[in-house]
Nanobody, 127 residues
Framework: QVQLVESGGGLVQAGDSLRISCTAS????????MAWFRQAPGKEREFVAG????????YCADSVKGRFTVSRDNAKNTVYLEMNRLKPEDTAVYYC????????????????????WGQGTQVTVSS
């Protein structure tokens, strides 16, 4: 079983930056592809960014490309989402997720491919 705990969310103004983190309680963290999803009020959960087990294949959704960066530190069992030039439409609960299969070469975009989820952290961007 893998437990994921997100942190770092909060209230910021449009144009600000914020980094959120997700720490895993698992010795096998470094073998899992990881992803960030978000869910805004009244909307479905959507893929934001993903990174392979080795950190070599990070990519972001088109809606955040060029503003958000995903990274990981396997020595710390932690994955990060650096968010720059935040917009009010980025307001959502952000969730990290772990693909429970070992050594996946590319993190999937489909939320149903992920076995483990954190509880979420709220990010609110005021205009």
């Amino acid at each position: 079983q893998v437990q994921l705990v997100e942190s770092g969310g909060g209230l910021v103004q449009a144009g600000d930056s914020l980094r959120i983190s997700c720490t895993a309680s698992s010795d096998t963290f470094s073998w899992y592809a990881m992803a960030w999803f978000r869910q805004a009020p009244g909307k479905e959960r959507e893929f934001v960014a993903g990174i392979s087990w080795s950190g070599g294949v990070p990519y972001c959704a088109d809606s955040v490309k060029g503003r958000f960066t995903v990274s990981r530190d396997n020595a710390k069992n932690t994955v990060y989402l650096e968010m720059n030039r935040l917009k009010p439409e980025d307001t959502a609960v952000y969730y990290c997720a772990a693909d429970g299969r070992f050594l996946q070469p590319k993190p999937p975009r489909d939320e149903f491919e992920y076995s483990y989820w954190g509880q979420g952290t709220q990010v609110t961007v005021s205009s």
